[in-house]
């Protein structure tokens, strides 16, 4: 009995901070989360023109294999229609004043990387950090990192 005890407090312990840990997102987090997935469907879709309206004029992206990335990179790469598929989970928004926020979250990718046949690693960490200029969120900065296996 005492060891069920023990164990019921611990589970109740986790349930109570899993349940208060995960707060709704608010709006600016949504429309900023919704940015982030808009810049993969624009890849997929080969929609340049929103892609360019959704990056900063100075946009750099350091890739999953450790390059630096110009906008035209990206948008040569949406054109080519390299990104086949996507899926987004584990979204996280940090807002770091009111005109800078950090989304974090990981992603399965389905894409070839460089110019051999070889595939992007297919599930990778993003951090976009996205920048207000005027009325609208520009992403500034994008990194992806591939997750290892004994991660």
């Not at 294999?65 to 584990?90: F, N, P, T």
């Not at 807002?95 to 110019?115: C, K, L, Q, R, S």
């Not at 046949?117 to 009325?135: E, I, M, N, T």
Request: aromatic share 10%.
């Amino acid at each position: 009995m005492k060891h069920f005890a023990i164990l019921f407090c611990f589970s109740l312990a986790c349930f109570t901070q899993t349940s208060t840990s995960a707060k709704p997102l608010s709006a600016l987090d949504q429309a900023l989360v919704a940015n982030s997935k808009a810049v993969f469907e624009a890849e997929k879709t080969k929609d340049v023109d929103s892609l360019k309206r959704l990056l900063s004029d100075n946009f750099q992206q350091v890739g999953s294999e450790g390059k630096l990335h110009r906008s035209d990179d990206l948008l040569d790469d949406a054109k080519d229609g390299k990104l086949e598929d996507y899926s987004v989970y584990g979204v996280k928004v940090l807002p770091v004043n009111d005109t800078v926020a950090v989304v974090t979250y990981d992603a399965i990718i389905h894409m070839p990387e460089g110019d051999a046949p070889g595939r992007a690693p297919r599930y990778q960490h993003f951090s976009d950090l996205w920048v207000k200029q005027g009325d609208q969120w520009r992403l500034r900065f994008q990194q992806s990192t591939a997750v290892r296996h004994i991660d």
